[in-house]
């Protein structure tokens, strides 16, 4: 009979003892998974977000109102994005839309290497900002998107490049007045 309970003792403990190495066994798998599916899934670069920015129809009509009220003869947006990088891009065009929309000539260009900061930023070439560059600059207000802006662009490249001739920043062709830059999305 002390054979007996001994026996089942036994028999108990291994089976405890198994369904414990089996639950770690499966904690463990769980873990390596989920390992698994972050490398596969890679988190947006610190200081963005992976959310996509769209335009609200609120924003949109905003934009086009204040758009077409620009009376000058240059009614033109220069963008430069990361080609490479499907969000700024595709916000990008839908910014390119409402500005083709409210009857403004658009021209788009690649980063041509570089890595913008994440946001919108507007590079003025001249300390005075032409008609077409402040109505851009406040039609982005009237949407509520965030846009770093700042003159003298033109001069601030000629000096950085005769500093330090490896420095890489937008470059302005000779009519361009000035430049909308497409960063990622900076998050919330």
Do not use: C
Request: hydrophobic share 40%.
């Amino acid at each position: 009979m002390a054979k007996r309970v001994l026996l089942g003792i036994v028999i108990v403990g291994v089976v405890v003892g198994g369904a414990v190495y089996l639950a770690s066994v499966q904690s463990e798998l769980a873990a390596l998974r989920r390992a698994s599916d972050e490398k596969r899934t890679p988190a947006a670069p610190q200081g963005t977000s992976s959310v996509p920015r769209t335009l609200s129809d609120e924003q949109r009509q905003g934009m086009l109102g204040v758009l077409r009220s620009e009376s000058g003869e240059a009614r033109k947006v220069w963008f430069q994005v990361e080609l490479g990088k499907s969000e700024p891009v595709a916000f990008q065009k839908a910014l390119e839309q409402v500005f083709r929309d409210a009857g403004w000539q658009v021209e788009t260009k690649g980063a041509r290497g570089m890595t913008f900061k994440p946001g919108v930023y507007m590079l003025v070439a001249d300390e005075e900002w032409p008609s077409d560059a402040t109505t851009a600059y406040q039609a982005f207000q009237i949407a509520g998107i965030d846009v770093k802006a700042g003159s003298g662009y033109r001069d601030y490249y000629a000096q950085q490049k005769k500093e330090k001739p490896g420095w890489e920043g937008p470059k302005l062709a000779d009519d361009q007045v000035y430049v909308v830059l497409i960063g990622a999305n900076p998050g919330a």
